[in-house]
């Protein structure tokens, strides 16, 4: 008998892509319209959820699959960092 996943990772794949890719296109759109230190913040939120799902995930994706993730995590903390600022 093997033990069942219950794990938040075991979640998130059930969860529909589209939908996940709407609600966070609608988080980075809420967070660059967002006045100053607002959308700073709330995309800094979402380059933590999205680095921990990254680190979570590291071993499950291929070595060609991963540069494009951590360049995308980049552009997302720059942008954050650039509306602080």
Same mark, same amino acid.
């Given at each position: 008998?093997?033990? *069942?996943?219950?794990?938040?990772?075991?979640?998130?794949?059930?969860?529909?892509?589209?939908?996940?890719?709407?609600? *966070?296109?609608?988080?980075?759109?809420?967070?660059?319209?967002?006045?100053?230190?607002?959308?700073?913040?709330?995309?800094? +939120?979402?380059?933590?959820? +999205?680095?921990?799902?990254?680190?979570? *995930?590291?071993?499950?994706?291929?070595?060609?699959?991963?540069?494009?993730?951590?360049?995308?995590?980049?552009?997302? +903390? *720059?942008?954050?960092? +650039?509306?602080?600022?």
């Amino acid at each position: 008998m093997q033990p *069942t996943q219950n794990g938040p990772l075991s979640r998130f794949g059930r969860v529909n892509p589209t939908a996940a890719f709407l609600g *966070t296109l609608a988080l980075v759109l809420a967070g660059l319209f967002a006045p100053g230190i607002i959308g700073g913040a709330l995309l800094l +939120v979402l380059a933590g959820a +999205v680095a921990a799902l990254l680190v979570a *995930t590291w071993s499950a994706h291929p070595p060609r699959a991963r540069l494009p993730r951590v360049l995308v995590l980049t552009v997302l +903390v *720059t942008a954050a960092l +650039v509306k602080i600022l």
